[in-house]
């Protein structure tokens, strides 16, 4: 992983109150962190920091599309992705980030390098399986799905009617008289 310089924030400058930065974010990004599931992507990152006196507060919220392949017949598609994630950032004797939600760094440290949250965020705000809208909607042609049709087994159920042989025993005394 490359520790990426743009997204270093330097609170140390900064003024008490909230901040606002927005990103950019493509496949180089990911690619960066050795994540390569992604063909494209373009996601707009909005961080907003709140700067007190004891502490840091980041917003992030970020919403974009990613280029990915369908599960289901490989084709690849633009998926919609949305995250929100909350940090609060304390000063302390030294780095501690084993909490999800509180960050501990040094009272030294003058800026935040929050590309590992971002990336985190992004990643597991992609649905776990991934589908083409165009076969949820059957609108997709593709030799993949052809295949899977093909290969299919076959309902015959509505074609014939499904017998209990306990009630076929019943229904011959019926017939019998």
């Not at 076929?168 to 005394?173: A, F, G, R, T």
Request: charged share 30%; net charge negative; glycine share 6%.
């Amino acid at each position: 992983m490359i520790k990426q310089k743009e997204f270093n924030i330097p609170f140390s400058g900064l003024k008490q109150g909230k901040h606002k930065f927005d990103y950019t974010i493509g496949n180089t990004f990911f690619e960066s962190f050795g994540y390569n599931e992604f063909n494209d992507a373009n996601v707009d990152l909005h961080v907003v920091l709140n700067k007190m006196s004891t502490m840091l507060e980041l917003e992030m919220q970020a919403e974009g599309s990613v280029n990915v392949d369908c599960d289901t017949t490989s084709e690849p598609y633009d998926q919609e992705i949305w995250g929100a994630l909350e940090l609060v950032v304390k000063f302390g004797d030294e780095f501690n980030d084993e909490n999800d939600e509180i960050l501990i760094i040094p009272h030294s440290e003058h800026q935040l390098n929050i590309a590992q949250y971002v990336y985190e965020m992004l990643v597991l705000s992609v649905p776990q399986k991934r589908v083409h809208p165009g076969v949820l909607d059957g609108t997709l042609e593709s030799e993949a799905l052809k295949k899977l049709e093909e290969l299919s087994p076959r309902e015959e159920k509505n074609n014939r009617k499904v017998n209990d042989p306990r009630w076929d025993e019943l229904k011959k005394l019926k017939t019998d008289k």
